[in-house]
């Protein structure tokens, strides 16, 4: 029965979702402007993946991590609409775009969006194929280009090099720098911010960019204007390699951009109204907000990050989305359980008000409270100005100098969001963690290598060390997570990577090592089996996966495969009786 959901999913989403294919050109110069991109490896970390999943099929993966997932999955939020009438809107703002709506039972609450790609862009070839004038070129960075993939624009701080004299309204080739070996080890970009392009072999890296060409469009400003302003659009695209819709505000609050994976561990997780749920590393808060619409808004939702500004961006969403049973706090999901003397102080709820554990409550934070506290902040301000100009009142005749370094500062704080003390609405105060068995379901979506993310133009940071390094990390996590689930509680383990050492082998130590664990089914079941077997690195450390029969109880997402999602990796666990366990460790 499982396979046949699963087969049913994949005929009817690769029926919708195809990628074209382009016919390579002979001539150099268009093999030159195009895009066909080589993901590199760190080489032992290469080895160790085409070991695992073996070359033909790493060699489909690699492929795959270098282009986006031809389709959008919208997650519609049920308690403010429908996936009909979200559909009939998207359809007045997406003018002749293709719209689907998922027909999976359990998951018909989904929207499939389709892009196009990859297109056969013109970069100024002749019937020959050949290019007489190079085309004006602009120079992004790797993440800029990951970004405008996915259907992004190209913003000022994403524009690393440029020709000489671009002026606005001219036309511009786009590609993308993407780290080079160093000359004394590891990575390097190799290219100074500024730097001007003569479309010439002398170039910096001119042969590298080749097959690194995303579109082209018009300059939005000139060469002068892309390094001087903070902010702003460099190129307007009119034509994309991948066409992908943006809804940067479209619908917000009805609908939210998910991968399809990250949708499927909520359903796995199989939360139930009025339970104590915990998302232990929550944010941006997609997860979070999908298992509280399955709840339908009852029961209580912890939303755990150690970051102070991601606890608020979780905050905002569960406001913007209209869910009253978010619970947020900043922990260090390390020190999730809290120690013994002060579980015996404390109460079953994440928070007190003498240890004022938890931040401001998704129900408190509703907008007009958010409106509110916005006024008083804005109120604050105006005054401070108001003081400062009445102190300075005898300069206000003098020019306003502003520095290079607060102009960078600017740009920093717009890049990376508010700091602490810039914050308004809401304080996240770090909690000192929860009792042990204390949550119904625990949701460990942990950190990890992100090697399944895509588009992805570049592997070759990760090494072996660090894989190891991610992986105990995991381990330790986990350790915690364990702890906090009831007996007979659900724990849902997942991450975004494509790498064994964190999936199947963190799942191998987990049953290992608390034998009151056991692998259970997921429904819906749409993923591939997990990895079985074993890997034996050069140094002697061996690597232990899953064992025959444990393979179908857990999904892997993989990249390559006609879902097209993202490489993603699921395993759910229930939890039995701790108390066998406890007296051995106690003996």
């Given at each position: ?302 939303a755990a990050d150690r970051s ?143 090697l399944g993310l895509r588009p ?22 986990f350790d915690q997570a364990v ?105």
């Amino acid at each position: 029965m499982k396979k046949k959901a699963r087969d049913f999913f994949r005929r009817s989403i690769s029926t919708f979702f195809t990628h074209p294919k382009i016919t390579m050109e002979n001539s150099h110069q268009q093999q030159r402007y195009s895009y066909n991109p080589t993901l590199r490896w760190n080489p032992e970390v290469e080895s160790y993946l085409s070991n695992a999943y073996g070359p033909a099929r790493f060699s489909r993966i690699s492929k795959a991590l270098t282009r986006p997932s031809c389709y959008s999955c919208i997650r519609v939020n049920t308690l403010k609409s429908t996936p009909d009438s979200v559909i009939e809107k998207l359809r007045g703002v997406l003018k002749g775009v293709s719209i689907s709506k998922c027909e999976v039972p359990g998951l018909e609450y989904l929207v499939f969006v389709k892009g196009s790609g990859p297109h056969s862009v013109d970069y100024g070839c002749d019937e020959d194929g050949n290019v007489k004038h190079p085309p004006k070129e602009v120079l992004v960075s790797r993440k800029c280009a990951e970004a405008v993939l996915r259907g992004a624009e190209v913003y000022v701080p994403g524009v690393l090099a440029c020709s000489a004299h671009v002026e606005k309204g001219d036309e511009v080739a786009v590609s993308v720098s993407v780290e080079q070996p160093g000359a004394e080890g590891g990575w390097v970009v190799g290219i100074t911010r500024g730097t001007i392009l003569q479309g010439a072999e002398t170039d910096p890296y001119h042969f590298e960019r080749s097959g690194l060409y995303i579109g082209r469009g018009r300059a939005m400003m000139t060469r002068s204007g892309i390094f001087r302003a903070p902010e702003g659009i460099a190129v307007d695209f009119s034509d994309r390699v991948y066409d992908l819709p943006s809804f940067r505000g479209v619908l917000e609050g009805e609908i939210f951009l998910q991968n399809l994976p990250s949708i499927v561990t909520a359903h796995a997780l199989d939360p139930q109204k009025g339970e104590r749920i915990l998302d232990m590393c929550a944010a941006p808060g997609g997860k979070t907000t999908a298992i509280a619409i399955l709840m339908k808004d009852e029961g209580e939702i912890v939303a755990a990050d150690r970051s102070h500004n991601k606890v608020l961006d979780i905050q905002k969403l569960a406001a913007e989305m209209g869910l009253s049973c978010i619970t947020t706090c900043r922990l260090d999901a390390l020190k999730a359980v809290c120690s013994r003397n002060e579980s015996d102080n404390i109460t079953n709820h994440c928070c007190t008000e003498d240890n004022c554990d938890v931040t401001i409550q998704g129900s408190n934070l509703l907008k007009s409270e958010v409106e509110k506290i916005e006024v008083t902040a804005t109120e604050k301000l105006n005054a401070e100005k108001d003081f400062k100009k009445n102190v300075t009142n005898e300069k206000a005749n003098e020019r306003i100098y502003i520095s290079r370094a607060d102009i960078r500062k600017d740009m920093r704080r717009k890049r990376n969001g508010p700091g602490r003390n810039q914050c308004v609405g809401g304080k996240a105060e770090k909690s000192k963690g929860f009792a042990p068995n204390s949550f119904d379901r625990v949701l460990l979506d942990a950190p990890c290598s992100a090697l399944g993310l895509r588009p992805r133009l570049f592997a070759g940071e990760e090494t072996v060390e660090s894989l190891r390094k991610h992986a105990k990390y995991q381990r330790k996590m986990f350790d915690q997570a364990v702890q906090l689930v009831r007996p007979g509680g659900v724990l849902v383990y997942s991450t975004c990577t494509i790498n064994p050492g964190e999936n199947e082998a963190v799942v191998r130590y987990a049953l290992d090592t608390y034998k009151f664990l056991s692998l259970a089914s997921q429904n819906p079941r749409i993923g591939g089996p997990g990895l079985v077997g074993r890997f034996e690195f050069p140094d002697g450390y061996t690597e232990e996966w899953l064992r025959p029969g444990q393979e179908e109880l857990v999904q892997r997402f993989d990249p390559s495969s006609p879902l097209d999602t993202i490489g993603f990796f699921i395993a759910k666990f229930i939890v039995g009786s701790k108390e066998a366990d406890l007296e051995q460790s106690a003996t």
